[in-house]
């Protein structure tokens, strides 16, 4: 049972574009979501995150949106750069006590920005 | 930024030994580390959560016994995959988390490529 989901594997966008990677959860005790890239041979590096009591955070050309109602989240690039191509992860934490606020990591979804 | 060593970074040996992993946070303190196992084209699915000076929390259907896990200090957590099978074959990748903040974020390191013949 899948508590985080990336449903798209892929995504190709052309250089200078927005890119919009989804993601869903289904457990409603998540309330701290974090996005990170990772690169071959690499561990992940973390993105950007937000907590449940806000609806966007922003950093630089990244973006991430929450619509806790829908339990979806997004990051948004702009513009797409031929370097922001690796695979993304989704993940989410319950903060709550004695979580240990450990990560629930979606499948990943492989960006490749075109020159 | 915070920066998680991991070593090695691949190991190929025989069935039945006991391979041992480390994982260092090296510019801050660390009382809460994670092992992650990650099988191809799968997300990264935690392991055990290992905790300083005392025992680590597994997850649903991770041996313990298999996969022992030492906290012994504030940098340092390894974890040995105890006689090891070609089914142990995987990629082994840890996290450190700043303590704390509430929200800080795991750092991870660079992951351990286990191939077990």
């Known amino acids: 049972d899948q508590q985080v989901k990336q449903n798209s594997p892929s995504l190709s966008v052309q250089e200078g574009r927005i890119s919009i990677l989804n993601c869903d959860y289904t457990n409603s005790m998540f309330d701290y979501f974090l996005w990170y890239k990772k690169y071959p041979a690499e561990g992940p590096t973390f993105l950007i995150s937000i907590s449940s009591i806000k609806d966007k955070n922003e950093d630089g050309r990244f973006t991430v949106f929450l619509n806790k109602s829908a339990k979806h989240l997004s990051l948004h690039i702009v513009p797409s750069q031929p370097g922001d191509s690796a695979v993304y992860f989704c993940a989410a934490s319950a903060t709550g006590g004695g979580s240990n606020y450990k990560l629930t990591f979606g499948k990943g979804t492989l960006l490749t920005v075109n020159p | 930024g915070a920066v998680v060593s991991q070593h090695p970074s691949r190991v190929i040996c025989k069935s039945g030994t006991s391979v041992k992993i480390e994982c260092r946070s090296l510019?801050?303190?660390?009382?809460?580390m994670f092992w992650y196992r990650q099988f191809p084209k799968q997300s990264l699915m935690l392991m055990a959560t290992s905790n300083e000076g005392s025992k680590a929390t597994y997850e649903q259907g991770v041996e313990k016994d298999k996969f022992l896990i030492n906290h012994a200090s504030l940098t340092l957590s390894t974890l040995t995959v105890t006689s090891a099978h070609p089914e142990d074959s995987s990629f082994y990748i840890c996290?450190?988390?700043?303590?704390?903040?509430?929200?800080?974020?795991?750092?991870f390191g660079d992951g351990t490529r286990l191939s077990i013949l």
């Open positions: 996290s450190a988390r700043v303590s704390g903040r509430v929200e800080q974020p795991q750092h």
């Open positions: 510019d801050f303190q660390a009382t809460t």
